[in-house]
């Protein structure tokens, strides 16, 4: 079902919880291309731009959620590159298969 949404929305509040990461349910709503709306907490906005790779809203504002779905249905060519460019981010840094090589470098600096 989320492979064939027109727009997939994370409306994180802004808490303790949600400064202190990156949620993996947007890394799976990125992977998947599609347009998403998310709110601007924790580490979400040092990975995505607005307006680039992801719809970013104020957390707790309603409004601004809301408008930035009505830009995913207003235009679904811009919507649908942001999309796209949110897969790449995805792919850049959450794909397990990106990471390994980094991993490994990084408990070599232990040895």
Known sequence: ?????RCLV?????????????PTKLGEYLALGRPVVATMVGEIPCFLKDGVSAYLARAGDIN??????????????????????????AEKFFDYRGMEASLCEWMKSFT
């Open 10 to 22: 994370l409306a994180r509040p802004d808490s303790l919880q949600a400064r202190a990461g990156f």
């Open 64 to 89: 601004d959620i809301a408008a930035k779905i009505r830009m995913v249905f207003a235009d679904r060519d811009c919507a649908e590159s942001i999309g796209k460019a949110g897969r790449v981010v």
């Open 1 to 5: 079902m989320m492979a064939g949404a």
